[in-house]
C-alpha cells in the first residue's frame, strides 16, 4: 500500500453509522472489527497503545497526565512525545526504509516526536496567566503558512463550553493542505468532535446523535480533500474510535474519601483549597472512570484499599501486582488504582465545601485542576464559571470495556486489511506496519 491514513475518532460507535452515511459509504468496501480500548481506556494511553503495540507498563503512558512524585508536580496535558518508551509506527517506518515519511494530526503526545510532518495545539502560556494561541509545528513554518491561509486554530473550540465543529473543521482543512504539499505515506489525523455532547448529555441524546451528522458531514469533504490530495492512487482509510462513551448516573468522589479519611491534606493559598502533595499520605489523580491514588507511605496502602472496596460506583481496587491484570504496574502509576463501574465516573473535587473550592474550579483549567474535569463543558452564564456540579455529567469511558457499549469500531475502506474479529488498540500499531510490508 503506498499510502494510509489513520483517522482516530474517540466516541464512535456502531450503531453511530446509522447516523452517518458519508462515512459508512468510505467503509462500505472494507472490513470492521470490533475495537477493544485497552484500560484505561482514555486518549492518551489508547493513542500511545495504537501507536506503539504495547500497553502502558511497556510504553508509561498510564493516564492522560502524571504526578512527578520527585518534584511533587502534577503535569496534564502539557507532556512530549518524549514521554512515551517505546518506538511508535513512525519510528519503525523510518528504520525500514527513509522514503516511509508520516504526518500526525493533533493526537496528544505527538510534540517532538519522530514523525516528518506535524501539527498539534500548543497554546504559549503568557506571565499573566493568558495563553495565546499558536501550533507546534515541523516544519516549524508551517504553522504560520497554514495561518495565514486558514487563520489561527480555534482552540477554544477544541476543548471546553464552547467546543465544536470548528476546531475539527480546522484540523480536517489543514490536514488536507499537508497532504497535498508533502505527501506522507502514512498520516494520522485526530477528530475529536464526538467527544463533547455525548459526556455533556449521554451518548444517546439529541444533541450527541446530531454530532455524529455534523461530523460526517465533514467528513464527507474531507475524504474528497485527502484523495484529491494524494491523486490518482487513493490511499486506504483506517478508522479507530478509540473508546466509546457509555451513560453514567453517578459520581465518586476519591479525593473528598481521602480526606475524610485524614489521609489528604489541604493548603490554604490565594487561590483557595489546594491539595498539599507534601504532606497528603494519600491523594487521587482522577481520569475519567479510574484514579491514580498515589500514597506516601506503604503502611497506608491497605487502609486505602479497604476505603474503596464496597464503594457505590467502584468495580476494582488494585494495588502492587494486582495492577498487572491491566498492565498499569508502571512507575508512573498509582500505588492503588481505583476503577469505576460503566454507570460511574470519577471527579477530582477535594473540598468540603463549595464556598473553599479553589478558583480555578470555577475556570476553565485543564492544567491545574488534579485530574479531568468534563464539568468545563457545562459552563454556566449566569455564574460566569465552571459550576460545582459534578452529576451534571452524563456520559464518561475509560473503565475495562468488559460490556459491548464500551467496545469501538475498527473500519477500512478497502477489503482484506483485517480480520473482521474483536480486535485490541494495540493490534492496530501490526496493521498499519502490514500494508507498507512491514
Not at 500548543?122 to 516549524?140: F, I, K, M, Q
Not at 460545582?388 to 467496545?407: C, F, V
Amino acid at each position: 500500500m503506498d499510502h494510509v491514513i489513520l483517522l482516530s475518532i474517540p466516541g464512535l460507535r456502531a450503531q453511530d453509522l446509522a447516523h452517518m452515511p458519508q462515512l459508512k459509504a468510505l467503509v462500505a468496501p472494507g472490513d470492521l472489527a470490533t475495537l477493544v480500548p485497552s484500560f484505561p481506556a482514555v486518549t492518551w494511553p489508547v493513542q500511545t497503545n495504537m501507536l506503539t503495540g504495547q500497553l502502558p507498563n511497556q510504553h508509561g503512558i498510564t493516564a492522560n497526565g502524571f504526578y512527578w512524585k520527585s518534584d511533587q508536580v502534577v503535569e496534564m496535558w502539557t507532556a512530549g512525545n518524549e514521554k512515551i518508551r517505546q518506538p511508535q509506527i513512525w519510528d519503525v517506518l523510518h528504520r525500514h526504509h527513509a522514503d516511509l515519511t508520516s504526518a500526525v494530526w493533533f493526537p496528544m503526545l505527538s510534540k517532538n516526536c519522530g514523525a516528518d510532518v506535524i501539527c498539534m495545539p500548543a497554546p504559549v502560556h503568557n506571565p499573566d496567566g493568558s495563553e495565546s494561541l499558536w501550533c507546534y509545528t515541523r516544519p516549524t513554518e508551517l504553522y504560520g503558512e497554514l495561518m495565514a491561509s486558514h487563520g489561527h486554530f480555534p482552540l477554544q473550540h477544541f476543548w471546553g463550553p464552547l467546543a465544536n465543529l470548528e476546531s475539527s473543521n480546522w484540523i480536517a482543512n489543514t490536514a488536507a493542505v499537508a497532504a497535498k504539499q508533502f505527501r506522507p505515506r502514512f498520516f494520522y489525523v485526530y477528530l475529536p468532535h464526538l467527544d463533547y455532547a455525548a459526556q455533556k448529555l449521554g451518548p444517546d441524546s439529541d444533541a450527541a446523535r446530531k454530532a455524529c451528522q455534523d461530523l460526517d458531514d465533514l467528513l464527507g469533504r474531507f475524504v474528497l480533500d485527502m484523495n484529491q490530495a494524494y491523486g490518482p492512487e487513493s490511499p486506504l482509510w483506517l478508522v479507530a474510535s478509540e473508546y466509546t462513551i457509555v451513560n453514567v448516573d453517578h459520581v465518586l468522589y476519591p479525593n473528598r474519601l481521602l480526606r475524610q479519611a485524614g489521609l489528604l491534606a489541604v493548603r490554604q493559598d490565594e487561590d483557595g483549597e489546594t491539595i498539599d502533595f507534601e504532606t497528603s499520605l494519600a491523594w487521587a489523580l482522577v481520569d475519567h472512570q479510574f484514579s491514580h491514588i498515589y500514597v506516601q507511605d506503604d503502611q497506608v496502602v491497605g487502609q486505602v484499599v479497604d476505603l474503596f472496596q464496597g464503594q457505590t460506583g467502584v468495580a476494582e481496587t488494585l494495588t502492587g501486582d494486582e495492577r498487572q491484570i491491566y498492565a498499569i504496574d508502571d512507575d508512573r502509576a498509582g500505588e492503588v488504582v481505583v476503577i469505576s463501574t460503566p454507570n460511574s465516573w470519577q471527579a477530582y473535587y477535594y473540598w468540603l465545601e463549595d464556598q473553599q473550592a479553589p478558583q480555578f474550579a470555577r475556570t476553565v483549567d485543564i492544567h491545574r485542576k488534579p485530574g479531568y474535569d468534563p464539568v468545563e463543558l457545562h459552563w454556566d452564564r449566569q455564574l460566569n464559571g465552571v459550576p460545582l456540579d459534578a452529576t451534571l455529567i452524563q456520559g464518561s469511558h475509560g473503565a475495562p470495556a468488559t460490556h459491548n457499549e464500551q467496545r469501538g469500531i475498527l473500519l477500512s475502506s478497502q477489503r482484506g486489511v483485517f480480520v473482521e474479529q474483536a480486535t485490541a488498540d494495540t493490534d492496530v500499531f501490526d496493521i498499519v506496519l502490514r500494508q507498507f510490508g512491514i
